[in-house]
């Protein structure tokens, strides 16, 4: 990574591009006029503490496919709403000479006039777009916008200030700028050191090779900059308030400082690690700010900060941050040591989240707890300094038995007095309909202590597939369907599933085979009659069954009985203990409907193929099956397997104990 400070005036006659994987250009009015606030203010200012306008890094690549001999490109991994908002204002200010600037997403498409040639971001056509063309792209509508914020600016400052626009001017290239015989960025040598000027943090990647998409999933993957989070960085990042004496320090340590945040922001990218803080619909999109949120808030009530924008502002931790620095600076501390106090507390926050995630028991029981929790944004915040206040406070050992007594264990026990009947107020009898949420809780926590114990191939469970899903209890050994309230096609598939099921000697049973005969003649369906684009003649059969099956509904539900009961007696399970914890595991919503109503080995298949496409897609598809789930389904809890179509009661007798183990390790 070659890092360095580049003059506005560097930057002339360069070619940038912005890829099409880009965010596109986004800023508002406030954005444009704080900019052109801050450079007013800076020429305004006649002391010699800022020597230089230090503008957020500039991260960019060599784009070795727009390049040629006679001219570098450089593809704009980050910073490009500021490079494109200094080039409609060195355009508005008519300067002599600026850079080039494309937009990949702008490239000229069969006849539409509206889009530019190579996507070279012309001044002059944007000044003459139609308003229908800005239908079709945002930039060019954002780019309209800040073309006329900018020239309402200077309208304003004229009535005060006549010759503003060469005051401007002279603020981003004054005369005295002087061009090297080389590019900057091939030579270390500065003559306009001592200027006061415009610069930009210049990083360019040299490791891409060439491929800028392989520099923006390693530096800027998942991000989309914040107004509060991009000044933030200005406070902690300014190169120009430091004196003389101490500015080539400084410059060196706000390198350092901007590669370390670099580094957080890409550790968080970890949906692994992010997850195990924040579910993934957390409402920011630049997940360091949760660090810069949780900084913020212990300076506020730690130093009695006062103020007045509520917490759900989006600008709250940047008013904060600039608050404490306004306070120590009117003290005369030096800019230097609040900055580095700052840093440290951001970055002692990020190494506690960090030391969570890396060790494997810190990391589930933290995400776990969480994940039960399922707060709201800010309410998470003050879980988290809780936690963190506590892990501060503890040896290892007693933190970890805090969190699993204190915080998980009170959020799964269950209330005894739920129960109809006080005697049967026990853990084996938590049953399906009136206890889901406990069941749901309870299975989760065995699921996560599964996978957290299970230490040979260092397994971490993933929390981010759970936030995602609508959790759902599975019947292991099917419930029975004949008594509900379903469509006609559920009772047709409830019947292709269990005739799967049967063999041979099953249907020696009289009473099995008369029932399966009659239920054949209004339940079995044709594969036309299955297809979703039927026939006419398959539309009115399919009716005809289905007008047979209404019309003796009480007499097809008994021999519906008569089958569910043959299942369930091979099982040696009865109708409560069908909806007991013991026959209950933790799956997703679509994977539930996915496994429909088959005995053990038919789901087990089911779920195998869903694991297998959940792996080959990385996640996009399939579903994942919890490691709870799979030894339920795989028979593990088999102490002698003689039919793998059944939940026997000694497979249910063992996994109740087990879930009891478990649940007794986190609530006594």
């Known amino acids: ?26 800023w508002e009015s406030k954005q444009v006029t704080d900019l052109l606030d801050d450079l007013f203010e800076f020429k305004q200012s006649r002391t010699q503490e800022k020597q230089f306008y230090c503008l957020q890094p500039l991260v960019v690549c060599k784009n070795n496919s727009l390049s040629n001999d006679g001219m570098v490109v450089f593809d704009v991994i980050d910073g490009q709403q500021r490079l494109t908002t200094l080039f409609l204002l060195m355009e508005y200010l008519e300067m002599e000479e600026t850079f080039e600037l494309r937009y990949e997403r702008a490239v000229k498409k069969g006849e539409d006039k509206y889009l530019w040639e190579n996507g070279r971001l012309s001044y002059s056509d944007l000044q003459s777009l139609p308003d229908e063309a800005m239908k079709d792209n945002p930039d060019y509508f954002y780019m309209k916008q800040a073309m006329v914020s900018i020239k309402e600016w200077f309208e304003e400052k004229k009535k005060q200030r006549p010759k503003i626009k060469g005051f401007m001017e002279d603020v981003l290239l004054n005369d005295d700028y002087l061009k090297g015989d080389k590019p900057f960025y091939e030579t270390h040598d500065d003559k306009n050191d001592e200027q006061r000027d415009v610069r930009f943090i210049w990083y360019e990647d040299e490791l891409s090779d060439g491929n800028s998409i392989d520099t923006f999933k390693r530096l800027n993957y998942g991000r989309t900059p914040l107004t509060a989070t991009e000044l933030i960085k200005a406070l902690l990042f300014q190169c120009d308030v430091y004196e003389a004496d101490r500015r080539a320090e400084m410059k060196q340590i706000t390198f350092r400082m901007a590669m370390e945040w670099d580094d957080m922001e890409k550790a968080l990218q970890d949906d692994f690690m992010w997850s195990m803080l924040f579910p993934q619909k957390y409402g920011k999109a630049s997940r360091i700010d949760i660090v810069l ?20 502002d989006k ?15 009117q003290k005369n501390r030096p800019y230097q040591d609040v900055v580095k106090e700052l840093w440290i507390n951001i970055q002692d926050t990020f190494a506690i989240f960090r030391s969570w995630f890396e060790d494997r028991e810190l990391y589930h029981l ?9 707060q709201n944004v800010q309410e998470r915040l003050k879980t988290l300094r809780v936690l963190v206040s506590d892990f501060k406070l503890n040896d290892r050992p007693t933190y970890i038995n805090l969190l699993k007594k204190e915080r998980i264990g009170k959020l799964i026990r269950f209330d005894v007095n739920k129960f109809d009947n006080p005697e049967e107020a026990s853990f084996e009898n938590l049953y399906y309909g009136k206890f889901n949420n406990e069941i749901v809780n309870i299975l989760l926590v ?21 936030q995602d899903i609508t959790p759902s209890l599975e019947h292991i050994h099917p419930q029975h369907l004949h008594d509900e309230d379903i469509d006609f096609a559920t009772r047709c598939r409830w019947f292709k599933d269990k005739c799967a099921e049967l063999s041979d000697e099953d249907l020696d049973d009289n009473d099995l085979r008369e029932a399966v005969n009659e239920l054949r003649t209004v339940l079995h369906l044709s594969a036309e009659e299955e297809c979703e684009k039927k026939s006419e003649a398959a539309k009115k059969s399919l009716k005809e069954k289905s007008e047979r099956y209404s019309a003796n509904e009480y007499a097809y539900s008994q021999k519906m009985k008569v089958i569910d009961r043959h299942f369930d007696e091979l099982a040696d399970i009865d109708e409560r203990e069908l909806h007991r914890v013991s026959n209950l595991a933790l799956v997703d919503n679509l994977t ?64 109740l104990n087990d879930l009891k183990t478990t649940y007794y390790e986190y609530t006594k």
């Not at 913020?296 to 103020?307: M, R, S």
Request: contains cysteine.
């Open 1 to 26: 990574m070659n890092l360095k400070l580049a003059h506005l005036g560097d930057l002339i006659g360069m070619h940038f591009n912005i890829p099409y994987y880009q965010r596109g250009y986004r």
């Open 366 to 374: 933290t995400g776990l707890y969480l994940t039960l929790l399922n």
């Open 315 to 329: 600008d709250f931790d940047y008013l904060v941050f600039n608050k404490y620095i306004e306070r120590e600076r």
């Open 293 to 312: 949120s949780f900084v913020a808030k212990e300076l506020q009530e730690k130093h009695g900060l006062e103020v007045k924008t509520p917490e759900t």
């Open 446 to 466: 065995y699921n996560v202590n599964l996978t957290m114990k299970h230490g040979q191939d260092r397994a971490y469970f993933p929390f981010k597939f759970y």
């Open 592 to 655: 539930n409907i996915r496994l429909g109503n088959g005995l053990i080995n038919t789901k087990r298949c089911i779920l195998q193929r869903l694991s297998s496409e959940y792996d080959r897609s990385m996640g996009q598809q399939g579903a994942y099956v919890f490691m709870g789930t799979w030894k339920v389904f795989n028979k593990e809890y088999a102490s002698n397997i003689t039919d793998l179509r059944f939940w026997t009661k000694a497979d249910r007798k063992n996994y």
